[in-house]
């Protein structure tokens, strides 16, 4: 009986591992919203992680994780990180800024690997378009590569959220 067992616990070990193998490495989600604002007013705010946590839905999602910002503010170099029981443990830094244009973010979730991000911006007349993307590689981090494939329902919403709090955080500025 055990050795059944064992051989049907082998089996779903493996193929849980080749089915991850075939999966996708790479994920990405998208979502955007129309800004009444032109372009360097969003670009303030998005070139902040200052100012990322007024609109920042996981901020939302657990006010009291701890929040620690590095020297730098804003730019090219400007770092936070956080730690919370809801929004598990990790890093943000900007690493790429074009002003009015984008900012490129790298991503770094500890144990669960490391992902980017970034905020495009499109001026349209007194308007700009914000198009705020994720982008994560699993490698060969099978767990990953499973998440990468909810990824959309699973930070999709986030991103939703995000965008439409800094719609109104920039729009009543």
């Known amino acids: 009986m055990l050795k059944k067992i064992l051989k049907w616990v082998g089996i779903v070990v493996g193929v849980f591992v080749l089915v991850g193998l075939l999966l996708p490495r790479a994920a990405k989600l998208e979502r955007s919203i129309v800004i009444q604002a032109p372009a360097d007013k969003v670009f303030v705010y998005v070139n902040s992680l200052e100012k990322f946590q007024e609109y920042s839905p996981w901020r939302d999602m657990e006010p009291e994780a701890a929040v620690t910002m590095g020297e730098k503010k804003e730019g090219v170099g400007a770092s936070f990180s956080w730690k919370g029981k809801k929004t598990g443990e990790g890093s943000m830094t900007i690493t790429e800024s074009v002003k009015n244009e984008r900012v490129v ?23 700009t378009q914000v198009t705020w993307t994720f982008e994560g590689d699993a490698g060969y981090n099978l767990i990953s590569r499973y998440f990468y494939l909810f990824i959309d329902k699973l930070l999709g919403s986030d991103y939703e959220k995000g965008l439409a709090k800094l719609k109104k955080v920039v729009e009543k500025k």
């Open 105 to 127: 973010t790298a991503l770094d979730f500890k144990d669960q690997g490391k992902a980017g991000a970034t905020f495009l911006l499109k001026p349209q007349g007194a308007e």
